[in-house]
Structure formats: C-alpha cells, structure tokens
C-alpha cells in the first residue's frame, strides 16, 4: 500500500513537472514568434497556454500585445484587463491599455468620484484581494506575539508598549479584514465585460424591436447588470443602462 502510494506521488510530481516544463517551452516559442513579427502564430500557441489552465499575468500581457500589433481593438483591451485581473499591478500592463483605449471610437466620461472612491481605486484596490488575506494573516500573527510578550512582560514599561502595539495590531486586522470582504465582494458580484462586435445596438429592453438608446463599439468595457435569455443588461461607467445581444460582448473573469 505505501509503495502504490509513494507511487501514486511520484507520478503526479512528474506529470506536474512535465507540464510545467512543457507549457515553459510553448510560452518561449510563442515569445519568440512575436519578436519575429509572427503575431498570428503566437496568438494559438498563447491560447494553447491558456486552454491548459496555466494562466499568468504575463500570459494574457503577451496576448494583448499580439492583438494590438494585429489591430484587434477588442481583443488586446480584453487580455490586458484579464492580466491586471490577475496582477493589479502590473504596469506593463497598465501603460499598454491606456494605448489600446485610445484605438476604441466610444469617448464615455466617468461620473465624478468621491473621495473614498478614488482612494480606493488609487490605493487599497491596488492590491487584490488574495493580497490583502495575505496582509492580514500577517498582522494576526503579529498581534497573537505581541499579546504574548504583553503577557509575560515583567517591567511595567515594557507592558505598556506591548499592550498598545498589541491593540494597535488588532485593530488592524480587523481594518484589514474588512477590506478583503470588501474587495472579495466586489470582485464576486462586478462582472465586466468588453464589447467584441465592430458596433452593437444597445436596446431599452431585451427584445429585437425594442428601442435604439445608444450603439457602442469594439473594445468598450461594460458592467453585466442582469440576464434575460441571449440578451445582458449593462452599464457603462457614465451610468447609462441597456440591453445587448450576450454574444456581443465577452466577459471578464478570471480563466
């Protein structure tokens, strides 16, 4: 029995390993057909990568930049955003959408933000989510020892600054806490979207004759209100609302 099992582990290692070295070798060919000018070819060994589940940032960076260089607006706007799905602060990243945004024909004007909103946008949603678990795994751990050396501190001195850091701490992980809800939240129930179609009619009401109250074009991001049947309901960040053709835009998740 535990030489199957010692088996048993030796071979998922392997096939792991394998894999690995596997999709390494695909991501370098692919790398290198883009730097030869070859975009078309890089792209189906890019989604091979994909369609295997091995997933990175730099992954769906790489995408993007294949699709820029091919002019598919959609596309490129598309990996760019899944990259930052999965590295929020990836620059690279960053710098290539806001060149890829300027190719989409639709100008939408945000509506003003408040001062918490663009605090969170400009600072805590920097980090994800998985992120912030992380940060406040580490203040527990540092609130639990710094409880402890309160508590067996001898020096009056010496427990006072224990007790107070040690409040301090707490305090911040409960901070912390709220803000991975928060951002755990947002990112489970905000489904995006971008638009594929070269122009899509945006209706008032999930049927055919329904009424024209505003067309979009490629590349444009929208938030997935609702779904009615093959029809989505959207909004866009200037606050209108509509309804759309589900095979019309494509959505942003994490694989």
Not at 2 to 19: D, G, H, P, Q, Y
């Amino acid at each position: 029995m535990m030489k199957r099992i010692i088996w048993l582990l030796t071979l998922v290692v392997t096939t792991n390993f394998a894999n690995a070295q596997n999709t390494d070798e695909l991501f370098n060919k692919a790398n290198n057909l883009y730097k030869n000018g070859s975009y078309e070819q890089a792209v189906e060994l890019y989604k091979s990568i994909i369609e295997s589940k091995n997933v990175s940032s730099e992954l769906f960076y790489n995408l993007g930049n294949c699709y820029y260089k091919l002019n598919k607006v959609g596309p490129s706007i598309y990996n760019y955003e899944k990259a930052l799905l999965l590295d929020p602060l990836n620059e690279d990243a960053k710098n290539n959408l806001v060149f890829a945004k300027r190719l989409t024909l639709d100008r939408i004007e945000e509506l003003p933000k408040s001062v918490l909103q663009k605090f969170n946008e400009n600072y805590i949603s920097k980090i994800s989510f998985n992120g912030w678990a992380v940060i406040a795994v580490v203040i527990s751990f540092l609130a639990s020892l710094l409880f402890i050396l309160y508590y067996f501190s001898i020096t009056p001195s010496s427990k006072r600054i224990f007790f107070s850091t040690s409040i301090l701490s707490f305090i911040l992980l409960v901070i912390s806490l709220a803000i991975t809800y928060h951002q755990f939240s947002k990112t489970s129930n905000t489904v995006e979207a971008i638009v594929f179609s070269d122009e899509v009619s945006v209706k008032n009401e999930p049927t055919k004759n329904g009424d024209e109250v505003f067309s979009l074009h490629e590349g444009t991001k929208v938030i997935v209100l609702d779904e009615v049947d093959n029809w989505k309901k959207i909004r866009l960040s200037d606050g209108k609302i509509g309804w759309l053709k589900s095979n019309n835009i494509k959505i942003l998740d994490l694989f």
